[in-house]
């Protein structure tokens, strides 16, 4: 990249210098030609020859350096992504102090750092890397690895998105409290982004795990903007180990901690009340941390905790996986697993509000909001485990949630 650059100035440069020496001749002949009348003649072909010269030149080492510039962004994105940014790398380079910018390298960096951790688990296993567009604007970036030895299925997704919000999503909002000013055509512009992940292990003792974390903009009738930030990472676990559990919660909670001691409690239990399967009256897992419309103390403030909890990914889950990855286990207990991937399928399409608004939002990929599907899941006609067992155990856990930090 330096190289380059010196390159750009060299020949930003070059035409001024070979500009000057020609206005330097125009008057009379080079040294050693005699003024005659045809020397001028000569002088300005001369001069329109050498600075034509000094053009192709420059035009040259601009493209040389353009060239070397294109290499060194796709290295950049071979390194540090999974695919080239929605909005693309120079983009982002551009407006690289605007808030959304830096929210889109975020969230493209944790879709890379998830995804090369989980690849070295599974290695016999590859991601799919999916680029789609969508023509209402935007786009998106769906990676899903599936039939792995360790991972059923694992999908990582990005998607940067703007146009018009749909009724059908606004009313959604203002069901929650948003006070969203259309213009008198009934139009609001929006923009979100965000990274959304479901990993479905095969082995019924590695639990499944979801995080999401994602920011929105709208802007009203009068030009305000309204924006908020969501997400969230959480555990759901086939058979209850209180190890791994305190593991999870106690990662999570000392990332709350270094931004404040009150976040983790209240988002503690917003994560067990939102993830509640009200017609089971239980929790699709042991929880983690949720929160959503969350817009103060300021946009700096809150994007530096998402950053945090992004981070906070890999080390929570990745060691559990590594821990009981191998473990055996009976027929029984992966029909157990089969059961507990339908109370799952149940919270996503009738709950789950990334689902909603995915379905509801006008040009949305079908296949990538349900990715979070597993492959495999099943429905049983009045299944009750025997008291005592370990289902039985989980099941008093998802329907009386624990302190697992305290």
């Known amino acids: 990249m330096a190289a380059a650059a010196q390159l750009l ?4 440069r070059a035409p001024p210098a070979l500009c000057a020496a020609s206005r330097r001749w ?3 002949a080079p040294p050693g030609v005699p003024a005659v009348r045809g020397g001028r003649r000569w002088a300005v072909a001369a001069a329109g020859a050498l ?11 601009a493209s040389m350096a353009a060239a070397e510039e294109e290499e060194d962004e796709e290295e950049e994105v071979r390194r540090r992504f999974m695919a080239p940014p929605v909005s693309g790398l120079r983009e982002l380079r551009r407006r690289r102090r605007e808030l959304g910018s830096r929210m889109e390298l975020l969230i ?11 690849a070295a688990l599974d290695p016999g296993a590859s ?9 209402e604007g935007g786009g998106g970036i769906s990676c899903v690895l599936q039939d792995g030895e360790v991972f059923e299925k694992a999908g990582v997704n990005v998607s940067v998105v703007f146009g018009q919000l749909s009724e059908e999503a606004a009313r959604q909002m203002r069901s929650r409290g948003k006070a969203l000013k259309a213009t008198e055509d009934g139009k609001l512009p929006f923009c979100a982004m965000g990274v959304s992940s479901v990993i479905h292990p095969k082995n019924p003792h590695v639990p499944t795990m979801h995080f999401n974390y994602r920011y929105f903009e709208i802007e009203e009738a009068d030009g305000t903007k309204q924006w908020w930030f969501g997400g969230g990472t959480d555990l759901t676990p086939t058979y209850l180990n209180e190890e791994d559990a305190v593991h999870f919660h106690k990662t999570l909670k000392e990332v709350c901690d270094k931004h404040d001691r009150k976040l983790y409690p ?3 239990k917003w994560c067990d009340d939102y993830f509640y399967i009200k017609h089971r009256d239980e929790r699709r897992g042991i929880g983690g941390i949720f929160f959503d419309d969350m817009d103060s103390p300021s946009k ?6 998402v950053q945090s909890c992004a981070k906070a990914v890999v080390p929570s889950y990745v060691p559990i996986v590594k821990k009981h990855c191998h473990d055996s286990y009976t027929p029984e207990e992966k029909l157990w697993q089969q059961l507990r ?4 399928v149940e919270f996503n399409l009738v709950y789950d509000r990334g689902t909603k608004f995915g379905l509801l939002t006008p040009g949305s990929r079908i296949e990538s909001i349900l990715m979070s599907l597993p492959l495999t899941a099943r429905w049983e006609y009045m299944n009750t485990p025997p008291e005592s067992s370990k289902e039985a155990e989980i099941l008093e856990v998802l329907r009386n949630p624990k302190d697992w930090v305290h």
């Open 9 to 12: 100035r060299g020949a930003a």
């Open 26 to 28: 125009l008057g009379s």
């Open 51 to 61: 600075g034509g010269l000094g053009l192709g030149l420059w035009r040259r080492r």
């Open 108 to 118: 493209m960096e944790t879709q890379a750092e998830v995804c090369r951790a989980l």
């Open 127 to 135: 991601f799919a890397v999916d680029t789609w567009e969508r023509k």
């Open 266 to 268: 209240k988002y503690k």
């Open 300 to 305: 700096e403030e809150v994007f530096q905790f």
């Open 341 to 344: 991937r339908g109370r799952y």
